[in-house]
């Protein structure tokens, strides 16, 4: 708890300690960044527990289908020893010729939604390889996460993104950083009016002033606006003070901190 506010990070990217550092180099070098944590279960907690966080979503991304099981049941694993801290969203690869098996795989854990990341992945989120993925967990109501966004590609930009979110109206997605990296604004203005989208914040205060972090709050409006870090990347309590000088009443901040992602995955 933090200033009188549970806190549930959405948004934290978990790796087995023999992998970690070179999983984070690779984060750093995709964004530009030098991430703030070491990638580790351990850390995260620690800086967690620093920070007054109460619980995590935690995932990872295959960027082979070879990994998706072995990424899986790590996290499977680690929510297994946490419970009551830990959360844990499945991956999947979209050009995988085993999506549907990994995904009932993943089902079978107890994982209890699906991390893609587009741009990780290669492969566009309103192609068919994703498609595929989308068709399953609106069949089953199963949540998804997808990476939304950057400026320097196509594969999950609003124009792609808008395009899923019609094709898919019973989707329960959180798209993350406000659904668009790097191109905020025109996410915050095209893809608002999807009342069946949920964004995350994370990676997005650093970027943006307090005016324009608000005004895309605004537009999806705080009830569907859920607190994330993008751990390892950014600082915990940088993040919650971003949002509690930004001029949300104490109804709006509750909402983001904690409430809106329990709604959302239905606890």
Known sequence: ??????????????????????????????????AHGRGTVADLVEKGDKAGVDRFLVHSVATNGHQVRSI?????????????RFTGFGTLYPGSETVEEDYEHLRSLGLKGVKLHPDFQRSAVDGAECRRIFDLCERDGFPVMVHFGDIRKDYSNPDRTSKVLEDYPSL???????????????AADRLSEFENLYVDCCSSTAYLSDSEFCRCVEKFGASRVIFGTDYPMWRAETEIKALLRAGFTDSELGDIFYNNIVRFLGE
């Open 1 to 34: 708890m933090f200033g009188g506010f549970r806190i549930f990070d959405a948004h934290c990217h978990i790796y087995p300690e023999k992998i970690a550092e070179r999983a984070v180099e690779g984060i750093d070098s995709f964004y530009g960044v030098l």
């Open 172 to 186: 329960k997605i959180i798209g993350a950083h406000l659904g668009g990296w790097s191109v905020w604004k025109d």
């Open 72 to 84: 899986n049941e790590f996290i499977a694993g680690e929510v297994e020893k946490l419970p009551d």
